[in-house]
């Protein structure tokens, strides 16, 4: 610790994240995550910077930013992610921001997921979102498909709206599906219909 009496607040806490998963000092990095997340957005950019340096440490700190789920903290990761080229840390990276889960996120979750042309990241937003549906975000997804300009927008949210695993979401999904007895009206609502299969509450 001595070494890194001249490093404050989060660049500390996160040179020594780095140096515990050299060492594989799990006690160390376990206690080194807890304190970074409690720190919440103010460790957002020393943590960005250690997942742009990629390797285990970065798998670590993407994962710290995962669990602070803010905003900010998600869109930093979405935003590197779409920078990292194809590739093994790219999927590694997708797979923990697909394990975000704080709602207040949602809204650039649900952005991103519309405007990227980015596969990986289309995916990592996406599955994201599909277990953290609730009314509010179906609304919102049905509000984007009505408004919707481009056939690939269209196809990106009803497979949103297919894949939703919620139960908070059934509710909305329901109402989506409407008269079932009636083939369905688009592929909205035979996505909504797919989705009560998933959540099966």
């Given at each position: 610790?001595?070494?890194?009496?001249?490093?404050?607040?989060?660049?500390?806490?996160?040179?020594?994240?780095?140096?515990?998963?050299?060492?594989?000092?799990?006690?160390?990095?376990?206690e080194?995550?807890?304190?970074?997340?409690?720190?919440?957005?103010?460790?957002?950019?020393a943590?960005?910077?250690?997942?742009?340096?990629?390797?285990?440490?970065?798998?670590?700190?993407?994962?710290?930013?995962?669990?602070?789920?803010?905003?900010?903290?998600?869109?930093?990761?979405?935003d590197?992610?779409?920078?990292?080229?194809?590739?093994?840390?790219?999927?590694?990276?997708?797979?923990?921001?697909?394990?975000?889960?704080?709602?207040?996120?949602?809204?650039?979750?649900?952005?991103?997921?519309?405007?990227?042309?980015?596969?990986?990241?289309?995916r990592?937003?996406?599955?994201?979102?599909?277990?953290?549906?609730?009314?509010?975000?179906?609304?919102?997804?049905?509000?984007?498909?009505?408004?919707?300009?481009?056939?690939?927008?269209?196809?990106?949210?009803?497979?949103?709206?297919?894949?939703?695993?919620?139960?908070?979401?059934?509710?909305?999904?329901?109402?989506?599906?409407?008269?079932?007895?009636?083939?369905?009206?688009?592929?909205?609502?035979?996505?909504?219909?797919?989705?009560?299969?998933?959540?099966?509450?």
């Open positions: 610790d001595g070494l890194f009496t001249h490093l404050k607040g989060p660049a500390r806490a996160v040179a020594i994240l780095r140096m515990a998963v050299e060492a594989k000092d799990h006690t160390r990095i376990k080194c995550m807890n304190e970074l997340v409690a720190l919440g957005d103010a460790a957002v950019v943590l960005n910077d250690l997942v742009n340096a990629q390797g285990e440490a970065g798998l670590w700190a993407a994962e710290a930013l995962a669990r602070i789920g803010t905003p900010m903290a998600t869109t930093a990761l979405l590197t992610l779409e920078q990292i080229h194809e590739g093994q840390y790219k999927e590694d990276l997708g797979r923990r921001i697909a394990g975000i889960s704080n709602h207040d996120s949602w809204p650039v979750l649900l952005d991103t997921l519309v405007q990227t042309g980015d596969a990986a990241v289309a990592a937003a996406g599955a994201s979102l599909a277990k953290m549906a609730d009314t509010a975000i179906v609304d919102e997804i049905v509000a984007r498909y009505e408004g919707a300009a481009t056939q690939a927008e269209l196809d990106r949210l009803a497979q949103l709206v297919g894949s939703i695993q919620s139960t908070k979401a059934s509710d909305a999904l329901l109402s989506l599906a409407g008269d079932v007895t009636s083939a369905p009206q688009d592929s909205l609502q035979q996505a909504a219909i797919d989705a009560l299969a998933n959540v099966g509450d």
